[in-house]
């Protein structure tokens, strides 16, 4: 019961120190870390961006948990400043654990820090994270772990946390972030093979409403490309298609963020966000999130994300549309593959799609038939003056007797 949870955040230097202990007094969570946040937010004036780091003042909140059995539902939620919460969500398999979600909750009403905001509510972004280690190990990463959660950048230095802990402390042994690498390693890397890639995957049509009707209308195919070492250490490259008939959509409408959320039986979860520029005069896909189970694979959970990304762009009111094939590159390791895109976001007048901003892929290939037929033109042309020409002067050798 939560009830029973003892919970503490402490300060160690300028590092907080948090730990959440089950109704035994037995810590089954543990966190040091630095955090400082950088996101923007709306003002009468345009938008702001701020940037604030983790007040001391921190502290852990009775919601957190141990989890039932200490096997699921195991979070750790840090309150801070006027209404505000980060809380990191940890799933376990017989290997590793992870932070498989970190959502956070801002409130606009706070002045100090959103100062002349234009709502006073609250907000809530989260994201899928990299943060994984062994079981009995604790997760270490001195360099910093960056998360993009929508329009908030969060960024952990020194951090060291480790859920499912078995004795009251952090472990000694422990797993190092990329970002700290690169570690020697007696093995080779061993080069990607591809496997054959699936026939092209079915369109289907997405939509998301808000308060103000229609935010996001897409259309579009999904293929996915993952590349991830097998439990016999083999690295393979592996094509998914999204199938429209065994997937669920849902998403969220906001002034500066539109998301489309998808999932399936294969895919935990797939998340697209739109953002805007800084003059709110153009949309982009600036965020992608994976998150899915690889049966095959030496780490089953399999997860990545990219919030700097700048895709299938349009002005605001009309569509981004590309027959061709587009490829956008998530991480290293993931990209996606989008077939016959037509996307628009944020103004959707009369839920209809608005004017055609061709893609450069598609104006390239109208170009090819153009210029060939401009070149075939030009070559009828030349054999047909050569033709006249020397018929000229096929005449001008003979008289008329």
């Not at 690295?235 to 298609?241: C, D, E, I, L």
């Given at each position: 019961?939560?009830?029973f ?5 402490l ?10 202990k ?6 089954c969570?543990?966190?040091?870390f ?5 996101m ?7 938008p ?35 209404g ?11 290997d ?5 979600l970190?959502?956070f ?16 509510d ?11 280690a ?5 997760y ?20 060291t946390i ?6 009251n402390n ?12 690169p ?23 997405y ?27 083999k ?7 999204i199938?429209?008939?065994k ?8 002034s ?11 895919v ?18 600036q965020?992608?999130?994976l ?48 077939f016959?895109?037509?996307?628009q976001a ?26 060939v ?8 042309l ?12 096929s005449?001008?050798g003979?008289q008329?007797?």
């Open positions: 019961s939560l009830s949870l003892e919970l503490a955040g300060l160690h230097g300028a590092l907080a120190v948090f730990v959440v089950n109704g035994n007094g037995t810590a969570i543990m966190a040091e630095s955090a400082a946040f950088q923007n937010y709306d003002t009468k004036s345009g702001k961006n701020v940037s604030f780091d983790l007040p001391p003042t921190a502290k852990v909140l009775n919601s957190s948990s141990c989890g039932k059995e200490n096997t699921s539902d195991t979070r750790l939620v840090i309150a801070f400043g006027g505000h919460e980060l809380t990191f969500n940890f799933t376990r398999d017989a590793r654990y992870s932070v498989q970190l959502s909750v801002y409130n606009l009403s706070d002045t100090l820090i959103f100062p002349n905001a234009s709502f006073k609250a907000k809530t972004v989260e994201s899928i994270t990299d943060i994984k062994d079981i009995d190990k604790k270490r990463c001195v360099k910093g772990t960056q998360v993009h959660m929508g329009n908030v950048s969060l960024t952990l230095r020194e951090a480790q859920a499912y802990l078995s004795n952090f472990s000694k042994g422990e797993t190092r972030c990329k970002q700290d690498g570690f020697p390693t007696t093995v080779p890397p061993v080069p990607p093979s591809p496997s054959p890639a699936p026939e092209s995957p079915s369109v289907e049509n939509s998301v409403n808000g308060t103000n009707g229609t935010c996001l209308l897409a259309s579009m195919g999904l293929q996915l490309n993952l590349t991830y070492e097998q439990r016999d250490n690295t393979v490259t592996r094509v998914f298609n199938n429209p008939s997937t669920w959509a849902n998403g969220t409408c906001s500066n963020l539109v998301t489309l959320d998808l999932w399936s039986e294969d935990a979860r797939l998340v697209f966000q739109f953002g805007m520029n800084a003059n709110s005069t153009r949309f982009f896909l965020d992608i999130q998150s899915m189970i690889l049966a095959d694979a030496r780490d089953p959970h399999f997860t990545a994300s990219n919030g700097s990304l700048m895709a299938l762009q349009a002005t605001l009111g009309n569509s981004y549309k590309c027959n061709a094939e587009e490829r956008i590159q998530v991480t290293k390791a993931f990209s996606v593959n989008i016959k895109v037509w996307v944020f103004k959707v007048e009369g839920g209809k799609f608005g004017s055609v901003e061709e893609c450069l892929l598609d104006e390239d290939s109208m170009l090819i038939p153009v210029a037929g401009g070149a075939l033109a030009g070559l009828v030349t054999v047909l003056i050569a033709y006249l020409v020397g018929r000229k002067r005449h001008a003979y008329t007797i």
